[in-house]
C-alpha cells in the first residue's frame, strides 16, 4: 500500500528551536514546540542508527487508519551529527504509567477496554508480508541480536521469518526445523506496535489520546 502523501526528504533549517523536554529514554528525546503560525508539535529526536525514516512512513500509514489513536507525522527531517527529527501533532494527556495508580477499579477496566480495543483494530490491517509499509526494512532489534540495531529486509512467508539459518546449534536448528512447520498458518501478518508499555500510552479524562513509539 503506497503512502499518500509522502513525507519528502528534508533538512531540518538551521537556527535555534524554542522548546521543552517532555521524555528522554534511552537518548530517544521528545520536546513540545511551537511553529511560527502558532501551532503546538511534538518533536522527536533519535539517532539513526536505531530509527530510520520508514519509522515516520509507518506512523503515517498508521495515523490514517479509522479508529487508531496514533499521532500525525508532519514531517520527518536530518540533522546533522546523525541524527533524524520526526514532527507530528502534539497527543494531549499525560502517560498511562503515571495515572493508572490513581485510577478507580472502574476507571482502570475502562482503561483496560480501550486498550483492548486497540489492539484488536490493529488486527484489522493486514499485508502479505512482515516489515514495515512499502516493504521497507524493519529494525531487528528483537529477533536474533539484542545487543545491536541493525535492520532486516521483509519476509514474505513465516517460514522466511524464522531465519533457521540463524540458529548456530545444528541440534537445535533440526529440531526447530521439525517443530516449526505445525505452527505455521495460512494468515496474513497484522499491524503490531514494538512496545505496548504503559509509557506509551496518552491520557486524558480517562480517554487514550493516542498511542506513542510506532516502530512497527
Known amino acids: 500500500m503506497k503512502l499518500r502523501p509522502e513525507l519528502p526528504p528534508k533538512t531540518l533549517p538551521q537556527g535555534t528551536i524554542q522548546c521543552q523536554e517532555l521524555y528522554n529514554f534511552h537518548g530517544n528525546r521528545v520536546f513540545s514546540s511551537t511553529t511560527a503560525n502558532g501551532l503546538t508539535v511534538?518533536?522527536?529526536?533519535?539517532p539513526t542508527?536505531?530509527?530510520a525514516r520508514s519509522e515516520a512512513d509507518m506512523l503515517h500509514y498508521?495515523?490514517?487508519q479509522p479508529g487508531?489513536?496514533?499521532?500525525k507525522v508532519l514531517g520527518c527531517y536530518d540533522v546533522p551529527r546523525d541524527?533524524?527529527?520526526m514532527v507530528t501533532d502534539l497527543l494531549e494527556g499525560e502517560s498511562l504509567d503515571t495515572v493508572w495508580y490513581s485510577k478507580t477499579k472502574t476507571e482502570q477496566k475502562s482503561i483496560n477496554a480501550q486498550l483492548e480495543e486497540q489492539i484488536w483494530l490493529f488486527r484489522k490491517y493486514t499485508q502479505p508480508y512482515t516489515g514495515r509499509v512499502g516493504r521497507?526494512?524493519?529494525l531487528n532489534f528483537y529477533f536474533y541480536d539484542r545487543l545491536h540495531f541493525n535492520f532486516m529486509w521483509p519476509f514474505g512467508s513465516e517460514e522466511e521469518l524464522d531465519c533457521l539459518g540463524q540458529v548456530r546449534s545444528s541440534t537445535e536448528r533440526n529440531i526447530w526445523g521439525r517443530l516449526l512447520p505445525g505452527t505455521r498458518a495460512e494468515q496474513k501478518f497484522?499491524?503490531?506496535h514494538e512496545d505496548l508499555a504503559a509509557r506509551n500510552f496518552m491520557m486524558k479524562d480517562g480517554k487514550i489520546t493516542g498511542i506513542e513509539d510506532w516502530g512497527v
Open 190 to 192: 497484522v499491524l503490531t
Open 62 to 64: 498508521v495515523s490514517l
Open 49 to 51: 542508527e536505531g530509527f
Open 83 to 85: 541524527l533524524i527529527a
Open 136 to 138: 521497507q526494512e524493519t
Open 42 to 46: 511534538a518533536l522527536y529526536i533519535k
Open 68 to 71: 487508531i489513536t496514533a499521532p
